[in-house]
């Protein structure tokens, strides 16, 4: 039975906490161990873990950090995990996952060849507060997911991660300044389409669950997303996120194989032939011909 060690951040999670861990050990046909670092909890979190602790026997082992945010909590659960375990999936304090979840994740998973770092990730079904059905999240990918894709946009759920043990390995190794990148989950979503392989699965694993703190717009309309791209856009919110994470992963790796075109993305800014040059020859793409278009226009306006 292979073993997984499951990483978890949590902040003031008291609400959720229960319902999220009792799913997590009620994964079929895996051996389940679950790592949690807390990140500054003033409510009863640390409280709810210790009965926790307590319910899944010799299972659960956590500690407190300083609150350091979301990113570089979970790089830090990374840096912490034991090596000895077979796959290792990224956990969220509020969703419940449904029974064969990791069951999934590493039966596709040990379908790659041998030393393969490999990013297992799946669909979610969107869920209100009460776990009533809203939508399904993220869309299906219709282009390959490559380096190309993952430069600039970011097609895994981190709470439907899952990796295996070189791809640990690989990510613990380029561990980057959280304030370089957007978000963990884009980061090893990048990382894996540049070293291995990445396994989208279609079918919903996780009840993602949608509340005050936790809203990602994925039941908005194609109106409502274009409008909020439009403002973020006018206002110069996120700007050159995307480009300022490449440059920390060529930081991290400019001694390894090819990364032309991860130089060119940090290089468009330059002047005006460069952008031009890049805007027509570009090889980076998004999973949607809409999406794409939007991206023509952050590199025209030197915001990517």
């Known amino acids: 039975m292979d073993k997984i060690q499951v990483l978890m951040s949590t902040y003031n999670g008291e609400k959720y906490l229960f319902e999220q861990v009792d799913s997590i050990f009620s994964q079929r046909d ?33 500690y407190v ?10 790089l830090d659960l990374l ?9 290792y999936a990224f956990a969220d304090q509020d969703d419940v996952w449904l029974p064969s979840k990791l069951c999934v994740a590493s039966s596709r998973l040990k379908s ?26 993220p869309p299906i990918p219709r282009r390959p997911l490559a380096i190309r894709n993952a430069l600039v946009e970011n097609v895994v759920v981190g709470c439907t991660a899952v990796i295996n043990r070189s791809a640990r390995s ?13 978000m963990h989950d884009w980061w090893i979503y990048l990382c894996i389409t540049y070293i291995g392989q990445v396994i989208f699965e279609e079918t ?9 703190n936790n809203l990602i ?13 439009i403002t973020t856009f006018v206002q110069g919110k996120n700007s050159n996120i995307r480009s300022k994470q490449a ?15 991860v130089n060119e993305m940090i290089s468009y800014r330059e002047n005006l032939k460069n952008r031009i040059r890049f805007l027509i020859h570009t090889r980076l793409y998004r999973q949607s011909s809409f999406e794409t278009l939007y991206l023509k226009v952050l590199i025209l306006f030197k915001r990517l």
């Open 79 to 87: 840096q912490r995990s034991n090596a000895n375990f077979d796959f």
């Open 204 to 212: 919903p694993l996780v009840l993602y669950r949608q509340h005050g």
């Open 65 to 74: 950090g300083d609150n350091i945010g979301v990113k570089a909590s979970f």
């Open 112 to 137: 790659l060849p041998d030393g393969q770092p490999g990013l297992f990730c799946s669909r979610t079904q969107l869920t209100d507060d009460r776990l009533n059905y809203l939508n399904m999240w």
């Open 170 to 182: 690989y990510l613990i190794e380029h561990i980057p300044r959280s304030n370089g990148i957007i």
């Open 30 to 62: 895996v051996s389940v161990y679950l790592l949690i670092r807390d990140d500054g909890s003033t409510d009863n979190t640390l409280q709810i873990i210790k009965i926790l602790q307590e319910r899944y026997s010799g299972k659960i082992t956590f």
């Open 247 to 261: 440059e920390e992963f060529y930081f991290l790796n400019n001694n390894e194989k090819e990364l032309d075109i």
């Open 217 to 229: 717009g994925g039941e908005l309309s194609f109106f409502s997303k274009w409008k909020n791209k």
